[in-house]
C-alpha cells in the first residue's frame, strides 16, 4: 500500500532559502553548474490539478477529492510568472514549456501566453515557446493560444485503443477527443506538433505499432518515454520499463527507420527518421540512456519553487523573493548562485539504492511537470 504523501514542500511550504550573494553581479549568460551545464530550458508548472488520473502520474487512490491541492493564493500569478521569466531570459534561457498537471486548466492561461511572447532572450529573439498537454481540452483552446502567441504544442496520448487508453488515464476519457484536440490544433496553424506515448511494459507496449502507423506520414512527430521512476506514488518498477531500444527494434522491424542529429545540445528526446521519408520519430530514455551530462533544464513549480531536475527531492524558494522587496537583479543573482551549485545526475546513479526508493521521496511530477 503507497502511503498518501503531498507534493514535497519543505518547511511549512516553503522550500530552501535561495542565496543571494553579498556582491552582486550583472545578469549573464555564462553560468554554469558543478557539471559544466549552461541554464537555457525552463519549465513552469502553472498548476496542480489535472483532470487525468494517469496511474504513472496522478494514480488515483492518492490523488483522490480529498487531495489538498494548492489554493489559487498559493499559486504565481500571471505577472509573477512572467516576471520571473523574464529575469531567466537574461541569464540566457531561450525555451519555455508550460506545464501542470493540465496547464490547460489554468483559467485564462492564453493571457499568460501572450505576456511570455512579448519577452526576448539575450539575442533580441522571441522565447521558444511551448506547452504540453493532455489534449482533453485542446479543442477549445487550440486557437486562442495560438493567436496568443504559443509556437509549439506536445500532446501526450498513451495508446489508440480506447480501453488500454482509459486504463492508462483512468477517468474513461476516449481517445477520439484527444485526437480532435490535435486536429483542432493543426487546424489553428500549429505545425511540429509532436505527441508523447509513456510505455509501461505489460499494459500499452502493444499499442507501439498502431501508434507509429497512425502518425507516420501525419506531419506528427510521436516520441515514446520509457516509464520512470517520478515522484514516489506510482509504484514505479524496473521490470515495467520497456528499453527504447526495444521499442525501436519493434517499429524497425514493421517500418524502417533510422537515427538522425540532434536539433540542437541537450536536446531530451533521440531522433529517428523513417527511412521512405515519410516522418520523424523520437525515443526519450532517462531510464535505460541517461541524459544527465547535457541538461539544461530548470523547472519552477506550481508555487514558485526552482527544483533543479526532475527527480529532485527539494526545491527553493522564489516565491518569497518575488513577493518580497528583493530587486530583478538580486533574483537574478540568487539564481545564478543556486544554478552554479548544482549537481544533479539522478539518472546516471539510478539503482536500487534510488529508484523506488522511500528513503528519498521525489517530487510528484504533477507538482513540477514533466
Same mark, same amino acid.
Given at each position: 500500500?503507497?502511503?498518501?504523501? +503531498?507534493?514535497?514542500?519543505?518547511?511549512?511550504?516553503?522550500?530552501?532559502?535561495?542565496?543571494?550573494?553579498?556582491?552582486?553581479?550583472?545578469?549573464?549568460?555564462?553560468?554554469?553548474?558543478?557539471?559544466?551545464?549552461?541554464?537555457?530550458?525552463?519549465?513552469?508548472?502553472?498548476?496542480?490539478?489535472?483532470?487525468?488520473?494517469?496511474?504513472?502520474?496522478?494514480?488515483?487512490?492518492?490523488?483522490?477529492?480529498?487531495?489538498?491541492?494548492?489554493?489559487? *493564493?498559493?499559486?504565481?500569478?500571471?505577472?509573477? +510568472?512572467?516576471?520571473?521569466?523574464?529575469?531567466? =531570459?537574461?541569464?540566457?534561457?531561450?525555451?519555455?514549456?508550460?506545464?501542470?498537471?493540465?496547464?490547460?486548466?489554468?483559467?485564462?492561461?492564453?493571457?499568460?501566453?501572450?505576456?511570455?511572447?512579448?519577452?526576448?532572450?539575450?539575442?533580441?529573439?522571441?522565447?521558444?515557446?511551448?506547452?504540453?498537454?493532455?489534449?482533453?481540452?485542446?479543442?477549445?483552446?487550440?486557437?486562442?493560444?495560438?493567436?496568443?502567441?504559443?509556437?509549439?504544442?506536445? +500532446?501526450?496520448?498513451?495508446?489508440?485503443?480506447?480501453?488500454?487508453?482509459?486504463?492508462?488515464?483512468?477517468?474513461?476519457?476516449?481517445?477520439?477527443?484527444?485526437?480532435?484536440?490535435?486536429? =483542432?490544433?493543426?487546424?489553428?496553424?500549429?505545425?511540429?506538433?509532436?505527441?508523447?506515448?509513456?510505455?509501461?511494459?505489460? @499494459?500499452?507496449?502493444?499499442?507501439?505499432?498502431?501508434?507509429?502507423?497512425?502518425?507516420?506520414?501525419?506531419?506528427?512527430?510521436?516520441?515514446?518515454?520509457?516509464?520512470?521512476?517520478?515522484?514516489? *506514488?506510482?509504484?514505479?518498477?524496473?521490470?515495467?520499463?520497456?528499453?527504447?531500444?526495444?521499442?525501436?527494434?519493434?517499429?524497425?522491424?514493421?517500418?524502417?527507420?533510422?537515427?538522425?542529429?540532434?536539433?540542437?545540445?541537450?536536446?531530451?528526446?533521440?531522433?529517428?527518421?523513417?527511412?521512405?521519408?515519410?516522418?520523424?520519430? %523520437?525515443?526519450?530514455?532517462?531510464?535505460?540512456? @541517461?541524459?544527465?551530462?547535457?541538461?539544461?533544464?530548470?523547472?519552477?513549480?506550481?508555487? %514558485?519553487?526552482?527544483?533543479?531536475?526532475?527527480?529532485?527531492?527539494?526545491?527553493?524558494?522564489?516565491?518569497?523573493?518575488?513577493?518580497?522587496?528583493?530587486?530583478?537583479?538580486?533574483?537574478?543573482?540568487?539564481?545564478?548562485?543556486?544554478?552554479?551549485?548544482?549537481?544533479?545526475?539522478?539518472?546516471?546513479?539510478?539503482?536500487?539504492?534510488?529508484?523506488?526508493?522511500?528513503?528519498?521521496?521525489?517530487?510528484?511530477?504533477?507538482?513540477? %511537470?514533466?
Amino acid at each position: 500500500m503507497v502511503e498518501k504523501v +503531498i507534493p514535497i514542500r519543505l518547511d511549512e511550504g516553503k522550500g530552501l532559502t535561495p542565496s543571494i550573494p553579498g556582491q552582486l553581479i550583472a545578469a549573464n549568460t555564462s553560468t554554469k553548474d558543478t557539471r559544466g551545464r549552461p541554464l537555457r530550458d525552463l519549465r513552469i508548472s502553472v498548476t496542480d490539478r489535472c483532470n487525468f488520473r494517469c496511474t504513472y502520474c496522478m494514480p488515483k487512490e492518492i490523488f483522490d477529492k480529498d487531495y489538498p491541492y494548492l489554493s489559487h *493564493s498559493d499559486l504565481l500569478s500571471f505577472e509573477e +510568472i512572467t516576471r520571473l521569466t523574464t529575469i531567466f =531570459a537574461t541569464l540566457g534561457v531561450e525555451k519555455i514549456r508550460l506545464t501542470g498537471g493540465e496547464p490547460l486548466l489554468r483559467k485564462n492561461l492564453e493571457v499568460l501566453v501572450e505576456m511570455l511572447s512579448k519577452i526576448r532572450t539575450v539575442a533580441g529573439k522571441p522565447l521558444d515557446l511551448t506547452l504540453t498537454t493532455n489534449g482533453s481540452i485542446l479543442r477549445k483552446k487550440a486557437a486562442a493560444l495560438k493567436a496568443a502567441g504559443l509556437h509549439r504544442l506536445t +500532446i501526450s496520448l498513451d495508446g489508440l485503443n480506447d480501453d488500454i487508453f482509459k486504463k492508462m488515464n483512468d477517468v474513461d476519457f476516449p481517445v477520439t477527443d484527444v485526437l480532435d484536440g490535435i486536429a =483542432a490544433a493543426q487546424e489553428a496553424g500549429f505545425t511540429n506538433l509532436k505527441v508523447n506515448m509513456v510505455v509501461k511494459k505489460g @499494459t500499452n507496449d502493444q499499442e507501439i505499432i498502431g501508434m507509429a502507423k497512425h502518425f507516420k506520414g501525419s506531419g506528427v512527430t510521436l516520441r515514446f518515454i520509457e516509464f520512470m521512476d517520478v515522484g514516489s *506514488s506510482n509504484g514505479w518498477d524496473m521490470s515495467q520499463v520497456l528499453p527504447s531500444q526495444e521499442v525501436a527494434n519493434r517499429i524497425n522491424a514493421i517500418f524502417p527507420i533510422e537515427p538522425i542529429e540532434a536539433n540542437y545540445p541537450g536536446e531530451v528526446a533521440q531522433r529517428w527518421r523513417y527511412v521512405d521519408g515519410s516522418g520523424e520519430i %523520437g525515443f526519450i530514455s532517462s531510464v535505460t540512456q @541517461t541524459f544527465c551530462h547535457e541538461c539544461t533544464r530548470a523547472r519552477i513549480s506550481t508555487d %514558485g519553487q526552482l527544483y533543479l531536475c526532475l527527480f529532485a527531492n527539494e526545491g527553493f524558494d522564489f516565491k518569497t523573493l518575488l513577493r518580497s522587496d528583493r530587486s530583478d537583479l538580486e533574483i537574478a543573482n540568487a539564481i545564478m548562485s543556486t544554478w552554479s551549485a548544482r549537481n544533479d545526475h539522478y539518472s546516471e546513479i539510478r539503482g536500487s539504492n534510488t529508484a523506488g526508493s522511500n528513503s528519498s521521496r521525489k517530487v510528484e511530477m504533477s507538482y513540477i %511537470g514533466g
